[in-house]
């Protein structure tokens, strides 16, 4: 293979070949961060593998340029999509965690039991949509459950964009079913609470390479055990990459009312129809949602949803716009890039 071609297994493309000029590439090689520890960044690159010292705002996935000489990240290109979540840090402080970046499409992983919500998929796929990945909502424990096309009818029900699959991850036909999304170059990435199944798909996708941790969970609750620590990019030698994440128990929003509006057009089109452009779709009269309810048009459980999702996310937003510091992310003295 030459270099080129890794680059491009790897998921280097136009989009980020077009941010750096020829000469710049040259010098500093791209390189995609792998994966991202406390003090340390691990990357790879057409010919070389390495440890770097960890920068701000460095995500799993990014592609960064390397100062070989020097041993460090000059520079994290743009990201075609990127993943965060607000987190609350010390003294109620709202920070932005990165999650992933350059991610194509998200396996949104939940099983067909007690772990089943159609208001957390919806929160994901707002979470994802707003990046601007392609969606996928993946059932597992199809097996274990007598009736898995009643999960497949909600799940299929969210969205007309969100394709649904059903599967039992530690059957070999999962590679299968998945296998349309995970093309040459392509980034996948699982997302989902623990113990639905995502080590197990990530073991299969790679052919059992990967030997993530998969953990038994407790049949009672049917929570999983929290087994996966970090978050890895696996590049495979089938020629895609694969990113497993822990599971996460609380996924806020911030910033992301584009994501609610793609996955609630419906809704977010009635809403213009209000008389009063600051309607809260409560009791105000000559409001179009409750009208829409009452004529049987519109499910006032998914009206309640979209509600909620909208205020968090904009309680959230005001608070981070206020607290954001007029910094760049990009390191300092870094190469200089088209166009800058
Ligand atoms: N019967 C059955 N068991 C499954 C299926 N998917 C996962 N499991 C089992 O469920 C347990 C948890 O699976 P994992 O793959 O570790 O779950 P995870 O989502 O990676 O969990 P975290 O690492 O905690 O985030 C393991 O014992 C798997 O073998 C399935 O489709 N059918
Ligand atoms: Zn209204």
Redesign the pocket.
């Given at each position: 293979m030459s270099n080129g071609d890794r680059l491009a297994a790897l998921g280097w493309r136009a989009f980020f070949a077009d941010q750096v000029d020829p000469e710049v590439l040259a010098a500093t090689p791209p390189a995609r961060v792998v994966r991202v520890d406390r003090t340390s960044v691990r990357v790879t690159g057409s010919d070389f593998d390495a440890a770097l010292p960890f920068g701000p705002d460095i995500a799993v996935g990014d592609w960064v340029l390397v100062d070989r000489g020097a041993g460090t990240v000059a520079c994290v290109l743009d990201r075609h999509t990127v993943i965060s979540r607000r987190a609350a840090g010390l003294d109620r402080q709202v920070v932005t965690q990165l999650i992933a970046a350059n991610i194509d499409t998200a396996f949104i992983?939940t099983?067909c039991n007690r772990d089943f919500n159609v208001a957390r998929l919806e929160r994901y796929l707002v979470l994802t949509m707003d990046a601007g990945m392609e969606a996928v909502i993946v059932l597992?424990?199809?097996?274990?459950c007598d009736d898995p096309e009643a999960y497949a009818r909600q799940a299929g029900a969210i969205s007309d964009r969100v394709p649904v699959v059903i599967?039992?991850?530690?059957?070999e036909g999962a590679m299968t079913t998945l296998a349309p999304w995970c093309g040459a170059a392509r980034t996948v990435a699982?997302l989902?609470?623990?113990?639905?199944?995502?080590?197990?798909?990530?073991n299969a996708l790679s052919g059992g390479l990967v030997g993530?941790?998969?953990?038994?969970?407790r049949e009672s609750d049917a929570r999983?055990?929290?087994?996966?620590t970090r978050r890895e990019l696996h590049p495979l030698p089938q020629g895609f990459s694969v990113l497993?994440t822990?599971?996460m128990r609380e996924l806020q929003l911030t910033d992301v009312a584009g994501g609610i509006d793609d996955l609630f057009p419906d809704l977010a089109e009635l809403a213009q129809a209000c008389r009063f452009s600051d309607c809260a779709h409560l009791a105000e009269p000559g409001c179009a949602l409750r009208a829409a309810v009452d004529a049987g048009e519109v499910d006032p459980d998914r009206l309640a949803r979209w509600q909620k999702l909208a205020a968090e996310d904009r309680g959230n937003t005001e608070r981070q716009t206020a607290r954001r510091k007029p910094s760049g992310r990009r390191p300092q003295g870094g190469p200089r890039r088209k166009g800058r």
């Open positions: 992983v099983s597992t424990k199809a097996d274990l599967l039992d991850a530690r059957d699982f989902g609470s623990s113990g639905v199944g995502k080590s197990t798909l990530v993530a941790e998969t953990g038994a969970i999983g055990r929290h087994t996966t497993d822990p599971g």
